[in-house]
């Protein structure tokens, strides 16, 4: 399927890079990071906001995660997973993490920036995706679930909100909800956003795989 996808994104022009540097683990937020003072988004637990990193003199963006708003279970499981998950993924079209920092009273992961917004955002202010755009969105998010999957990996929360979009390259973010899995396995975790999700996320005695994520692009497709 990677090759199959890969040929028609030749002809779009489009062309991508990496953070080639070591992704790091550090405790000392205000030597690498400084705030830009200005709010990209806000979780359950936490802020994201556009930030300078210092070492590696560009944007970024940091998601904060209070221990006092997110009980210990979650910050052990869900925040270690999605760094964990993160930490071993380098494609064009899911967010590159580029830091954990650590300290007593919050965890912060250190993302690219990408600016443009989300797919809800641009939508909302400018309507419906011209056929040619929208061919580029799915093909893209088609290549980044397709690494996904064969990576061993099922994000389980695609939305339009978790969809960054530049006016060329489309990156998927928010892996919160995401987990790893292994060929033959079956998942029963109930998650993900009620008007997205497939109906095997909520479904009781229910089981599911990747085609969860291949569902909610579907019904994502429509809204493009």
Same mark, same amino acid.
């Given at each position: ?9 030749? /002809? ?12 790091? %683990? ?5 030597s690498t990071i400084r705030l830009d003072g200005r709010e990209l988004g806000e979780g359950g637990f936490g802020k994201v906001q556009l930030v300078t990193h210092k070492l590696m &003199?560009? *944007? ?5 995660? !209070? ?5 210990? *279970?979650? $910050?052990?499981?869900? %925040? ?7 930490? *071993?993924? &380098?494609? #064009? ?6 830091? +954990?920092? @650590? ?12 600016? =443009?917004? /989300? ?7 400018? =309507? ?8 580029? +969105? ?14 061993? $990996? ?15 390259? +489309? +990156?998927? %973010? ?10 033959? @396995? !079956? ?11 497939? #109906?095997?996320?909520? !479904? @009781? ?12 692009? =579907? =019904? *994502?497709?429509? @809204?493009?």
């Amino acid at each position: 399927m990677a090759r199959l996808l890969s040929r028609p994104l030749e /002809t779009t022009g489009l062309r991508f890079s990496f953070f080639k540097s070591k992704k790091r %683990i550090g405790t000392d937020l205000d030597s690498t990071i400084r705030l830009d003072g200005r709010e990209l988004g806000e979780g359950g637990f936490g802020k994201v906001q556009l930030v300078t990193h210092k070492l590696m &003199n560009r *944007k970024a963006a940091i998601k904060m995660i !209070e221990r006092n708003k997110a009980s210990e *279970k979650f $910050v052990e499981k869900a %925040i270690e997973r999605e760094s964990t998950i993160l930490a *071993k993924l &380098n494609h #064009p079209n899911v967010i590159q993490l580029i830091e +954990v920092i @650590q300290k007593p009273s919050a965890r912060s992961l250190v993302f690219e920036y990408i600016p =443009g917004g /989300t797919l809800y955002d641009q939508i909302k202010k400018v =309507g419906r995706f011209h056929e040619n755009v929208t061919r580029i +969105v799915v093909l893209q998010l088609a290549w980044a679930l397709d690494y996904l999957h064969e990576s061993g $990996v099922i994000h389980r929360d695609i939305k339009m909100e978790n969809i960054m979009f530049d006016g060329r390259r +489309v +990156v998927l %973010i928010d892996f919160g909800l995401s987990n790893t899995w292994e060929l033959g @396995q !079956e998942m029963k975790t109930h998650c993900g956003s009620l008007e997205y999700a497939a #109906p095997e996320l909520f !479904e @009781q005695r229910s089981d599911y795989g990747p085609p969860v994520d291949i569902w909610s692009l =579907g =019904g *994502k497709i429509q @809204q493009f």
